[in-house]
């Protein structure tokens, strides 16, 4: 299942995640907005308990503590993570989504619809309510549309891996492109230049003067059995006095072939 998670990104959500500045304005945005939410509950909503009644106002209280902390120490981490330290385009990718997968089931998700029960029960009853409804319902439009594509995009994925034409080795239509559109293998006729074997060499031919060749392939000109370089005069010995020098030697290189 790692193929899911260590992919390239679908190119509709590229532009999301293609610069370092998207986590840093994410990091941001739900700053203001937790601030806005604790503002919320703390200036009008734990006043007005009568009317709002008390399960809306708990699990409103609730949700800005669950969500603060989701951002503060899970999604804020990732996003960092993804700002700061990833190295490759899949690394802040990867991070960057883990953390919008978890503000949106901990925070928007519960916050927006708790938000729109207060409005559908009481209506627009306070201007900064209003304000931080219109505002939970634009963030939460976001991340869950984010949230969406990513799953739409990883559960294709993995149907292509497992019932598609990728079944065994999943690939995308490109690589499907190259792979049927390659040219056929060579045919053996045009293997003819490759050099036969050691033991398929023949020795020179005299009338022709070339190598004797079998199976119309090519064979390398044959290598004398001994290179003999010129003499290499050697100097005395420096340890002895006199005397002529020792003679020249001949260094003789054996070769693998006999003629």
């Not at 949700?63 to 960092?80: E, K, L, S």
């Not at 690939?171 to 003819?192: C, D, H, Q, W, Y």
């Amino acid at each position: 299942m790692s193929y899911l998670f260590h992919d390239a990104w679908p190119n509709e959500l590229g532009f999301v995640s293609d610069s370092r500045v998207t986590p840093a304005m994410l990091l941001g945005m739900y700053f203001a907005m937790s601030a806005f939410t604790i503002g919320n509950y703390s200036g009008y909503l734990r006043f007005r308990i009568d009317t709002y009644g008390n399960e809306i106002v708990n699990a409103y209280l609730a949700f800005v503590i669950i969500g603060t902390g989701a951002y503060v120490f899970v999604a804020g981490v990732f996003w960092m993570w993804a700002a700061k330290y990833a190295a490759t385009k899949d690394e802040r990718q990867m991070r960057l989504s883990h953390g919008i997968w978890v503000i949106c089931l901990f925070r928007d998700l519960p916050l927006f619809w708790i938000s729109y029960s207060s409005i559908l029960c009481c209506g627009w009853l306070n201007g900064y309510h209003s304000f931080v409804f219109i505002l939970q319902l634009i963030v939460f439009l976001l991340s869950f549309i984010f949230t969406w594509l990513s799953v739409v995009w990883r559960a294709a994925r993995w149907m292509e891996y497992t019932f598609g034409e990728g079944a065994g080795g999943l690939k995308t239509g490109a690589e499907r492109i190259v792979i049927f559109n390659a040219p056929p293998p060579m045919a053996e006729e045009s293997l003819n230049f490759l050099p036969s074997p050691v033991d398929e060499f023949q020795p020179i031919s005299p009338e022709r003067g070339s190598p004797r060749q079998k199976h119309d392939r090519f064979v390398p000109p044959v290598v004398p059995k001994h290179l003999v370089y010129p003499p290499l005069p050697l100097a005395a010995s420096p340890t002895r006095s006199s005397g002529p020098a020792s003679p020249a030697k001949t260094i003789i290189v054996d070769q693998a072939r006999i003629i």
